[in-house]
T-cell receptor
Framework: QKEVEQDPGPLSVPEGAIVSLNCTYS??????FMWYRQYSRKGPELLMY????GNKEDGRFTAQVDKSSKYISLFIRDSQPSDSATYLC???????????FGQGTILTVHP | DGGITQSPKYLFRKEGQNVTLSCEQN?????MYWYRQDPGQGLRLIYY???????QKGDIAEGYSVSREKKESFPLTVTSAQKNPTAFYLC?????????????FGPGTRLTVL
């Protein structure tokens, strides 16, 4: 069993839809949670970083962490064609810089 | 501009050759990382370095080597011992004062073995 499992998609939604991206994890030592966006043939770009259970909002993006269920989500409101990319969840333990990534979810937002 | 640079963007290698991928950062970060990305497998850690002159193996270090002689630089050599080197290679760094676990990535190098 992988330490981090991510819904593989692909996901295709119409412009303006609310998108939900999800990851589960098995390692209770993970305390830091990140979401990256990666456009085709580019390096990942950090979107959200959080270390506590609950919600964190940044513009159209909301990151949700539920440590008791070992479940994290990224919500995108009013999705745009420019949001079309691969989304990667990642997490790490305290004092140890190694990130463990999910497999990535390919999202397409069509006009 | 602060950031991470990787070169070259595309690299072609014949079987049996060693190649070195460059990674430079001017973010003053202490830690640097190399990942490999294959379709449908996310990112896998090859090597990482938390300080100059020290580095550790990641999950898939076989067939790779690194050095960390300067804080700004963390080159990766893909040796002929790596059986399936065709992949997208990503370098990252971390160590910002406010969020030391945040990793920032370079643009990547796509290596193809001919």
């Amino acid at each position: 069993q992988k330490e981090v499992e991510q819904d593989p998609g692909p996901l295709s939604v119409p412009e303006g839809a609310i998108v939900s991206l999800n990851c589960t994890y098995s390692n209770s030592a993970f305390q830091y949670f990140m979401w990256y966006r990666q456009y085709s043939r580019k390096g990942p770009e950090l979107l959200m970083y959080t270390y506590s259970s609950g919600n964190k909002e940044d513009g159209r993006f909301t990151a949700q962490v539920d440590k008791s269920s070992k479940y994290i989500s990224l919500f995108i409101r009013d999705s745009q064609p420019s949001d079309s990319a691969t989304y990667l969840c990642a997490m790490s333990s305290p004092g140890y810089g190694k990130l463990t990534f999910g497999q990535g979810t390919i999202l397409t937002v069509h006009p | 501009d602060g950031g991470i640079t990787q070169s070259p963007k595309y690299l072609f290698r014949k079987e049996g050759q060693n190649v070195t991928l460059s990674c430079e950062q001017n973010l003053n970060h202490d830690a640097m990382y190399w990942y490999r990305q294959d379709p449908g497998q996310g990112l896998r850690l090859i090597y990482y370095s938390q300080i100059v002159n020290d580095f550790q193996k990641g999950d898939i270090a076989e067939g790779y080597s690194v050095s960390r002689e300067k804080k700004e630089s963390f080159p990766l050599t893909v040796t002929s011992a790596q059986k399936n080197p065709t992949a997208f290679y990503l370098c990252a760094s971390s160590g910002g004062l406010l969020a030391p676990n945040e990793q920032f990535f370079g643009p990547g190098t796509r290596l193809t073995v001919l």
